[in-house]
């Protein structure tokens, strides 16, 4: 059965940083681009960042570019998300996703909430 | 930024009954549009992707067309379970976009 399981959400003050990470089981993590999407509460989803199979394609949001980074290790299963300098607009339900420009299965979600 | 506008905002809608959403995209998307459902509580479920390729598990209820600027979501037969948010999203160039949702409500 395909799984997709996030961790690493909490409560964080503003300029902190956080690290999610998403297990990936029931399917062949090596090959599929994967996502982060967030959704902050009562707002549509946003797409935050993009990996591909290699690591050789990354793309960022503008909202998170130079304060995100996205990593994913093929054989852990896994994929990450380094967040730092946290604001309180990054407040939001982090999800991992598999991905092919759209997202064709998607994790329970993280919490993150940003405040002092 | 390719700005994706869905309406209604709201859908009331009594159960058996057929509801049309649409989503209309600022540039075109060409066939690169997908659309997701949503309930309290859960991560969006893909519905659509493509022209009009129905996921893996949903019911024939549900079709999807479009092309370019215009695409639309219809739900031939409301059921109890298809009240929900609905989200249109792009994907076409990056950074791929979502709409702002359309919610079913039952009417």
């Known amino acids: 059965q395909e799984q997709l399981v996030e961790s690493g959400g909490g409560l964080v003050k503003p300029g902190g940083s956080l690290r999610l990470s998403c297990a990936a089981s029931g399917f062949r993590f090596s090959d599929f681009f994967m996502s982060w999407i967030r959704q902050a509460p009562g707002k549509g989803p946003e797409w935050v960042s993009y990996i591909s199979i290699g690591s050789t394609s990354i793309y960022y949001a503008d909202s998170v570019k130079g304060r995100f980074t996205i990593s994913r290790d093929n054989a852990k299963n896994s994929l990450y998300l380094q967040m730092s300098s946290l604001r309180a607009e990054d407040t939001a339900v982090y999800y991992c996703?598999?991905?092919?420009?759209?997202?064709?299965?998607w994790g329970q979600g993280t919490r993150v909430t940003v405040s002092s | 930024e390719i700005v994706l506008t869905q309406s209604p905002g709201t859908l009331s809608v009594s159960p058996g009954k057929r509801a049309t959403l649409s989503c209309r995209a600022s540039?075109?998307?060409?066939?690169?549009l997908a659309w997701y459902q949503q309930k309290p509580g859960q991560a969006p479920r893909l519905l659509f992707y493509g022209e009009s390729t129905r996921a893996t598990g949903i019911p024939a209820r549900f079709s999807g067309s479009g092309s370019g600027t215009e695409f639309t979501l219809t739900i031939s037969s409301l059921q109890s379970e298809d009240f929900a948010l609905y989200y249109c999203q792009q994907y076409d160039s990056w950074p791929w976009t979502f709409g702002q949702g359309t919610k079913v409500e039952i009417k």
């Open positions: 996703a598999r991905s092919m420009g759209f997202a064709d299965f």
């Open positions: 540039q075109s998307v060409g066939a690169s």
